[in-house]
């Protein structure tokens, strides 16, 4: 929530903005009844001596690829808030819909992208282990469940983790 923002962070400074709990709980209530149907992120990295400005010059933005699935099942799935169907149909089919891309599913003559997901691993978050080109994220020493094993794009294996990464 927006509280976060109160150490002057800037890691905790993105778009749209943290809000109160209140808005939380109405964001949770709107992907239950369809009113929010996607769930993306931006992934906006920035260099660490962008991000270490003062937070009134520090860009908007965080690394979302490699945190966006753990916080969907720890804050969305393990709570009840959502099932797994809906969370990966909130993650896929509808945000290559609202788009206008033929992804996000797995029909025949689909695009080979697949995701590969181990939906039990525990891991926290070490921004020093991302493999995005930066390392800006609120989430840091956060435990999560649920992370991508591997990832297939067009049929081609682009990642496997390896070990602890």
């Known amino acids: 929530t927006d509280e976060c923002l109160r150490t002057f962070d800037s890691n905790y400074k993105m778009n749209p903005p943290l809000r109160g709990p209140g808005h939380v709980q109405a964001c949770i209530e709107g992907l239950q009844d369809g009113t929010i149907d996607c769930i993306v992120t ?3 990295p920035h260099a660490k001596e962008k991000k270490m400005r003062e937070l009134d010059q520090a860009p908007f933005g965080v690394v979302g690829l490699e945190t ?3 916080l969907v099942v720890t804050r969305l799935i393990e709570p009840g808030h959502l099932t797994w169907s809906q969370a990966l149909e909130k993650m896929t089919i509808n945000p290559a819909r609202v788009i206008g891309v033929p992804k996000g599913t797995l029909a025949a003559g689909a695009d080979a992208d ?3 997901i181990d939906p039990k691993a525990r ?3 070490d921004p020093a282990k991302f493999l995005s080109k930066s390392t800006n994220t609120p989430f840091a020493g956060w435990e999560l469940t649920g992370r991508a094993d591997a990832v297939i794009v ?3 294996l682009k990642f496997q983790r390896q070990g602890g990464q």
């Open 42 to 44: 931006d992934h906006a």
């Open 68 to 70: 966006a699935l753990g």
């Open 114 to 116: 697949v995701v590969v």
């Open 123 to 125: 891991w926290k978050v």
């Open 154 to 156: 067009g049929g081609r």
